[in-house]
């Protein structure tokens, strides 16, 4: 994300028409004209700091301008409710009412997720409350932002216990050694209703949904989902929507983590005046997937650029990502990506930082295209742009001969060649890696150190970049 936007956060990224035009109202008092989405279902906007002041009176419409990066948007999965595969006890005004108990701004990142969708992330949190099978009673998945693996909590968290779970673990985490010293310490602050877990999480794989359009919902209704390409939304535009929203008894307006907005319980008397407003305003709701299901970096000139050029080559080689999607990112070893494919662009080495050099990139992808798997494979490294395209086909066709094939989340998709990785630590600069298993023999570290019990003057053997430089990743192993 790009840090010089500000945000506002919306919790869950569900807000009510009125709600929304009166934020735009004050917007556009700044002079602006637009506005982005962003990943965890916030808004985010640019902001001169001398108009700061003139915001301040957004916080009377439930909404928090924050300029900086210490709070965070709750994502939920409200906006996949009654259009989408649901667990059978969940419903949208459960979310509501969770979201509702929130009293606080959030520093850790919090997930409220239905298994069974998959528009919204599921592990992308600190706190991944996931639905499960029993009724008001949901997983705990926690990665702290100091830990280096997601664990469970050991019992199934009621719904009404969420946010002060939620308050109590963001008190006390930065102490937190493990899962057991947590729940430790949970138990002797918080009386709560907890259950134990008869069986372990199984989050089944569902193809990415198709997210825009005019769709039916239920007998008489109607849900429309509108995107942008660029993900920059004219106020004017917005504002003049949600005034169509209030005529026609619509209450919320829910924002999605693909730069996208999604409203729900469009009456069948509605849907003419939406069809005219939509073609008023020339707003196309046509858009391929080619395009559609790409999660790139908020006002970053240079990702939308490569976006529009790997979309184009695969138009013009009529290659299908029916059920794919992908993100461009420019954090090299970031583990919370929530697309099935990643591209990565690599800083560019230390030694040359001076000239003007093309860039290179990796490629990954989670096993089985599934972000639920939380496994990153690696399929290329330090390529250059022109190789990108034929190495995204390559991957489409991987994805297509074993769709179908994939039993479950804890099982290994059949393939003629079993893939698995291991992880090391790369050098940023010049890409040699240090592998835990070996050491480094030139440095006299014998094998089986481990990286972090590396002294601090450590320094890469071939470019002599400093530990800081390293970066832990994903290594391939066929």
Request: with cysteine.
């Given at each position: ?30 002079g ?63 979310y ?77 985490h ?121 999660h ?29 999607t ?7 070893g ?36 599934d ?10 490294q ?66 089986g ?30």
């Open positions: 994300m790009n840090d010089d936007l500000h945000r506002i956060l919306l919790k869950g990224g569900v807000t009510s028409p009125g709600e929304l035009k009166d934020i735009i109202t004050m917007l556009e008092t700044t602006l004209t637009e506005i982005h989405f962003g990943s965890r279902q916030d808004l985010l906007f640019p902001l001169d700091s001398s108009k700061e002041e003139q915001l301040e009176s957004i916080s009377t419409f439930n909404a928090d301008i924050i300029g900086e990066r210490s709070y965070q948007n709750i994502v939920c999965s409200y906006v996949s409710a009654d259009i989408f595969q649901m667990t059978h006890w969940l419903k949208g005004s459960t509501l009412y969770i979201l509702e108990g929130f009293d606080y701004l959030p520093q850790l990142q919090i997930n409220i997720t239905d298994p069974k969708q998959r528009l919204v992330p599921i592990f992308s949190g600190h706190l991944n409350f996931i639905a499960s099978e029993s009724e008001d009673y949901w997983y705990l998945n926690i990665k702290l932002p100091h830990w280096s693996q997601s664990v469970f909590y050991p019992v199934l968290i009621y719904s009404w216990d969420i946010t002060a779970i939620s308050k109590a673990i963001e008190a006390i930065e102490t937190v050694t493990d899962i057991d010293d947590l729940f430790l310490r949970m138990n002797k602050r918080l009386s709560t209703n907890n259950k134990n877990i008869e069986k372990a999480l199984k989050v089944p794989f569902t193809t990415f949904p198709y997210y825009e359009g005019v769709n039916r919902m239920g007998i008489d209704q109607y849900w429309l989902g509108l995107y942008w390409r660029n993900n920059r939304y004219d106020l004017a535009f917005l504002k003049e929507f949600c005034g169509f929203c209030l005529d026609n008894s619509i209450g919320k307006i829910c924002i999605t983590p693909w730069k996208s907005f999604v409203i729900k319980g469009i009456k069948q008397d509605s849907r003419p005046e939406l069809e005219r407003f939509l073609g008023q305003w020339g707003i196309n709701v046509r858009h391929s997937q080619l395009e559609m299901n790409w790139v970096p908020v006002d970053d000139k240079e990702a939308l650029e490569l976006k529009k050029f790997l979309v184009r080559s695969f138009d013009q080689n009529d290659i299908s990502t029916y059920g794919l992908f993100g461009i990112s420019n954090d090299v970031k583990r919370s990506h929530f697309s099935a494919i990643i591209i990565e662009k690599n800083e560019a080495p230390t030694l040359v930082k001076d000239f003007e050099v093309r860039p290179t990139y990796n490629v990954l992808h989670f096993q089985d295209f972000p639920n798997t939380r496994k990153y494979l690696t399929h290329a330090d390529v250059d742009k022109i190789e990108l395209p034929g190495l995204l086909m390559e991957l489409s066709k991987i994805y297509f001969d074993q769709l179908g094939t994939v039993k479950g989340p804890q099982e290994s998709t059949k393939k003629t060649v079993e893939t698995t990785t291991k992880q090391v630590y790369q050098c940023l600069s010049c890409l040699t890696v240090y592998d835990e298993t070996y050491g480094d023999e030139k440095a006299n570290i014998p094998s150190t481990r990286f972090n019990d590396l002294s601090e003057q450590y320094v890469c053997p071939v470019c002599e970049a400093p530990k800081s430089e390293f970066r832990e990743t994903a290594l391939a192993l066929t």
